[in-house]
């Protein structure tokens, strides 16, 4: 399994910015996809992740009414959509893959994980 993330880059206090997140090498459909970030000096926090099939979303009290998770089965690839962002939000944004099909927002429940991208938000 091979996930690629991509998306980040610098922007301003209330702008937006679209996470994608590219998957391959899964041999079965029914896998969750999550978005994380982690902080300088902070822990990793899960922010949002969606079941493939059936489109189940969760989101953390930090994403809700701002961030849109979405997924387009026919690229094998997942959205973040960020609205409205806040300095609070910069931080290295990882896309992460579990098996179980179960939606989670804890980190050692994700089996694969992709390589960051920096989302930085100036004030």
């Known amino acids: 399994v091979q996930l690629q993330a991509s998306g980040g880059g610098l922007v301003q206090a209330g702008g937006s910015l679209r996470l994608s997140c590219a998957a391959s090498g899964f041999t079965f459909d029914d896998y969750v996809i999550g978005w994380f970030r982690q902080a300088p000096g902070k822990e990793r926090e899960g922010v949002s992740c969606i079941r493939r099939t059936d489109g189940s979303i969760y989101y953390a009290d930090s994403a809700k009414g701002r961030f849109t998770i979405a997924t387009d089965n026919t690229k094998n690839t997942v959205y973040l959509q960020m609205n409205g962002l806040k300095p609070e939000d910069t931080a290295v944004y990882y896309c992460?893959?579990?098996?179980?099909?179960?939606?989670?927002?804890?980190?050692?429940?994700?089996?694969?994980w992709g390589q960051g991208t920096l989302v930085t938000v100036s004030s």
């Open positions: 992460a893959g579990r098996s179980s099909g179960l939606l989670g927002s804890d980190p050692l429940e994700y089996d694969y």
